[in-house]
């Protein structure tokens, strides 16, 4: 197998004496990895450059990477491969043998590019460190992947630039998905000098080196470790959300925090055997192979759509109409314009409405400036592609229409037909339901082939999915612009067939109307809220209830029952909350008893039972209700496979890597088998091998 990583070693002469300048360098354009045979070879020329400063050969040895990449962290193929106790420890060691070496060298980190995970260790390894300018993103986002930075870089960041500092880089940022940039780790004190970037990066930083190496310059060190005060506070702050976060199956951060709270007090050796027996027990965990997976699958799955159909069917867009002007239709109003650079005109039924949904636009636009995601020139160029109308000829032009009107058939139905004669013949008509029938929508269409589902999620800035939906009538051209239309937007795509509440909504809607089910049976509010935190899901279903709002949530409740049948049950207790105008916020801080008032209770239990379930059982009920309905959502053919199930509630529903989405816990926990017969994935697609 060719390696995906070189290591090489360039004798530099500087006015100070001969630096070894060792590069790592991804193979055939790929980012430098850290996988077993790039490490041996790290290791080989390190121990080298050891012999040599040790005989006066070279004064410093400087470690960096390409234009544009430092190293990209661990090859996390070979991670995911790993079988045996014995492999992983192996690799945990060895990252520690490197950094041992970098620290009790001469040495230097001459960041390049991004640098993550372990390459951004084996820069922290390093008694100095430079960064390019334009060197992004850095960061540790090992917690997110289930794993803990295991090469040093629990021990040594603290120590570096202080507890809250580290993990703030540690845990709260891979939580949030944020890295930093240059500038921003010159802040922290994580570098200690930001050069020019590019193509004068390597001058810039020897010479700097050169200053360090003469004494011209002397990076200032503080001792973090004497202020316990300080560490203890930091440490506090965030025990209750990672302990939070273990109950959800996700043990990464706490032992994350763990190993950062002891590392002031700790030798330099008992912190790294500490995280060599961290490191280990979570490469040998199902959680990380199921993190793995999911985190594979929004990597390849996301950006190649199974059942796409081919690119170049698609039809140009040149001009975009949207049926409505309310919040959603402004939303993808900015979204379309903003991407696709195209002309977006709202249509909406009266003057009014249209200059409601254009102040919409607005104030969107004027966000995006504030935030600096815009500057002045590009927010004017935005507004002006985006105008409103009452007047339905103005969409005559559009080669795309997309309806956002009130979620009921009929409504829709009646916009589609009154906007197809209106437009060409080769005009795409899009609709934005989250769960009605896009097939009967298009039954009275002269055209029903031109019409397929667009269904993106709400906030549509921040969500990432699109679920596109065929009906049995929808044209291959048709299909394929809806494809290239939501990769345009920037979002990935998931290939469904026209089936009630698709995928996202069908398995959400589930799972709330089992919780809701509990209620009426006599389970109390509270046992139910807190029922569902060993899923690790996002939010729990009173949560996701306050999102929606009772009057939706009964909605495509009742919906979904109408076509799917009574598993999904009956709730009069929604009825009363949505009659009494119910109105209710949820508490989801970790410290929080009960996220919800317990005076919800009132609602609820139109059909007793003499023991309702307890929080345990709630957990089971809903795990057997989301098994038998992810195996009925795939027997109807509505995606072609568990993967996009799972690629489906990660980018949809934010549900968590570390349960690999939905399919690799229901397997994991034995939900599947005992509820449809069969596990949803082979072993060792998302489990242990």
């Not at 001969?18 to 390190?46: C, F, K, Q, Y």
Request: hydrophobic content about 45%; aromatic content about 4%; proline content about 6%.
């Amino acid at each position: 197998m060719t390696p995906t990583t070189t290591i090489s070693v360039e004798n530099v002469p500087l006015a100070t004496g001969t630096v070894a300048l060792v590069t790592m360098a991804g193979t055939d354009g790929r980012p430098a990895t850290l996988g077993p045979r790039s490490i041996a070879a790290l290791e080989e020329a390190l121990t080298a450059c050891a012999t040599r400063v040790h005989d006066g050969e070279i004064t410093a040895v400087a470690l960096t990477g390409t234009p544009g990449c430092f190293a990209a962290g661990a090859d996390l193929r070979a991670v995911g491969s790993m079988a045996r106790v014995e492999d992983a420890r192996a690799v945990a060691e060895a990252g520690h043998r490197i950094v041992t070496l970098l620290r009790d060298l001469p040495s230097f980190a001459l960041l390049s590019g991004l640098a993550l995970g372990g390459g951004l260790e084996l820069a922290l390894a390093c008694r100095y460190r430079v960064a390019a300018a334009d060197a992004a993103p850095l960061g540790l986002p090992e917690t997110s992947l289930g794993l803990v930075p295991g090469w040093g870089g629990c021990y040594l960041l603290p120590r570096l630039v202080g507890p809250e500092a580290a993990l703030q880089v540690i845990v709260d940022n891979p939580a949030r998905q944020r890295t930093l940039d240059a500038q921003r780790a010159l802040d922290l004190g994580l570098v200690d000098s930001v050069q020019r970037g590019g193509e004068d990066f390597r001058d810039g930083a020897l010479a700097w080196v050169t200053e360090v190496l003469s004494g011209a310059i002397d990076p200032v060190r503080s001792d973090h470790t004497s202020d316990a005060a300080a560490w203890e506070q930091a440490v506090s702050a965030r025990q209750q959300l990672v302990a939070r976060r273990a109950e959800g199956g996700a043990p990464a951060p706490q032992r994350a925090l763990e190993l950062v709270a002891a590392a002031r007090t700790a030798s330099r050796a008992e912190g790294f055997a500490a995280e060599d027996l961290a490191l280990t027990e979570l490469i040998m965990s199902d959680q990380l192979r199921a993190g793995l997976y999911a985190f594979g699958l929004t990597r390849s799955r996301a950006r190649r759509p199974a059942g796409a159909p081919p690119e170049e069917l698609a039809r140009p867009v040149r001009r975009v109409g949207l049926l409505g002007a309310g919040l959603m239709a402004s939303q993808l109003a900015v979204l379309l314009a903003r991407t696709l650079r195209v002309p977006v005109v709202m249509r909406d039924l009266d003057d009014d409405r249209a200059a409601a949904g254009l102040r919409h636009v607005h104030e969107q636009v004027a966000r995006l400036e504030r935030s600096g995601r815009l500057d002045e020139a590009r927010a004017e160029e935005l507004r002006a592609r985006v105008t409103a109308t009452a007047d339905l000829s103005e969409l005559a032009g559009c080669d795309l229409v997309v309806e956002a009107v009130f979620e009921e058939l009929a409504v829709k139905q009646r916009v589609f037909a009154e906007v197809e004669p209106v437009v060409g013949p080769d005009c795409v008509l899009a609709t934005n339901t989250s769960a009605l029938s896009v097939t009967e929508m298009a039954a009275g269409l002269a055209h029903p082939e031109r019409v397929v589902g667009l269904h993106f999620f709400n906030p549509v800035a921040q969500m990432p999915l699109v679920e596109v939906i065929r009906t049995p009538h929808t044209s291959e051209a048709a299909y394929a612009t809806a494809f290239a239309v939501a990769a345009g937007a920037r979002k990935s795509a998931i290939a469904c067939q026209d089936a009630p509440g698709f995928v996202v909504n069908r398995v959400l809607v589930r799972m709330l109307g089992d919780v809701l089910g509990t209620l009426e049976e006599g389970t109390e509010v509270s046992v139910a809220d807190r029922a569902l935190r060993p899923m690790g899901l996002p939010m729990g279903p009173f949560q996701l209830l306050q999102l929606v709002g009772p009057a939706v949530a009964m909605h495509v409740l009742d919906e979904l029952r109408r076509t799917l049948g009574d598993r999904y049950p009956h709730s009069p207790g929604l009825e009363r909350m949505v009659a009494d105008g119910e109105r209710f916020t949820v508490d989801e801080r970790p410290s929080a008893a009960s996220a919800v008032r317990e005076d919800l209770d009132r609602f609820f239990g139109s059909r007793p039972l003499p023991e309702p379930l307890d929080a345990d059982g709630v957990l089971e009920r809903v795990r057997r209700a989301l098994a038998q309905e992810v195996r009925l959502l795939l027997d109807d053919g509505v995606v072609a496979d568990a993967r996009d199930v799972d690629l489906a509630m990660v980018l949809g529903a934010g549900w968590p890597l570390h349960n690999g989405g939905i399919t690799p816990y229901l397997d994991r926990t034995g939900t599947s088998e005992a509820v449809t017969g069969r596990r949803f994935l082979e072993p060792g697609v998302a489990t242990l091998p």
